[in-house]
């Protein structure tokens, strides 16, 4: 059965006394029954989240980690330095990599594995360009990009569906076009990695993901959740798309 996972992205945001205050209201506003939640703010804000949240049930997440253990790779930060901190997430494959920073569905895939390697839970990214969504080739994106899915280990793994058209704009996909989309992943995701893994695995959505829209978006079959960008800054929004989501487990 999927547990559903709502997960925070605070992008390129943040300051040490602002993940304190945000934090610290998220646990009070939490209640017992809640879908698993993680928050993945910048690199620098990973220790102080980890100390607010620790003996929580809010986890922890980074937002890209490299594919190799060490070396001259200045700027970088390496899976086992996360894990080492206590971080248990890690998004790997961002449209906002892909598009500013040269990220290929190569080098998301090895980050994916690595990241594993390290004992830690990747949130894959994938999603079509609005160019991409109007020639008809959605499903070619999803298929290439998700081929990357074959060499990872489904129990450390969750999928966001993010139609980069979707991804702060303030335009999200409807509930049909998110349905439509996770449920083609979730057979993509029978034939690379098995059936009952495919049953097992999280599938999310991005882009867009509001307090108002959150709960017809979750009540789809196929959507496990949300990964939240701009709408995740904000605590009273980002527990209120918590609270809409399904509180039981589903699938299988
Ligand atoms: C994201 O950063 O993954 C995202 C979906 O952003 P937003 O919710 O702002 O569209």
């Known amino acids: 059965m999927r547990r559903c996972l709502i997960s925070a992205n605070w992008k390129m945001h943040g300051t040490v006394a602002s993940v304190q205050d945000y934090l610290e209201k998220l646990l009070e506003r939490l209640g017992a029954d809640h879908p698993e939640v993680v928050f993945c703010p910048p690199f620098t804000l990973l220790p102080t989240a980890l100390l607010i949240a620790s003996g929580s049930d809010v986890a922890v997440g ?17 899976p086992a330095m996360l894990a080492e901190l206590g971080v248990r997430w890690v998004i790997v494959g961002h449209s906002e990599r892909r598009q500013h920073f040269g990220e290929t569905d190569a080098s998301a895939a090895a980050r994916a594995r690595a990241a594993q390697g ?3 839970s990747v949130i894959y990214c994938l999603g079509e360009t609005l ?39 303030g335009r999200n996909a409807t509930p ?10 979730r057979r993509r995701a029978g034939e690379l990695l098995g059936e009952a893994a495919a049953r097992e695995l999280r599938i999310l959505y ?11 978006l979750l009540a ?9 960008g701009g709408a995740s800054l904000d605590v009273e929004g980002f527990c209120a798309i918590i609270h809409a989501a399904p509180g039981s487990r589903r699938g299988a």
């Open 118 to 120: 390290a004992g830690l």
């Open 62 to 78: 980074a937002q890209n980690c490299h594919w190799e253990t060490k070396g001259a790779f200045t700027g970088e930060v390496a």
């Open 220 to 228: 789809q079959p196929d959507v496990d959740g949300a990964l939240v």
């Open 176 to 185: 049909a076009q998110a349905q439509e989309a996770h449920a083609a992943l």
């Open 131 to 169: 160019e991409q969504r109007d020639a008809g080739e959605t499903f070619a994106v999803l298929e290439r990009q998700s081929a990357a899915l074959a060499g990872l280990d489904p129990a450390l793994l969750a999928v966001a569906y993010e139609p980069v058209w979707a991804i702060g704009t």
């Open 206 to 216: 991005g882009g867009s993901v509001k307090p108002d829209n959150a709960a017809a």
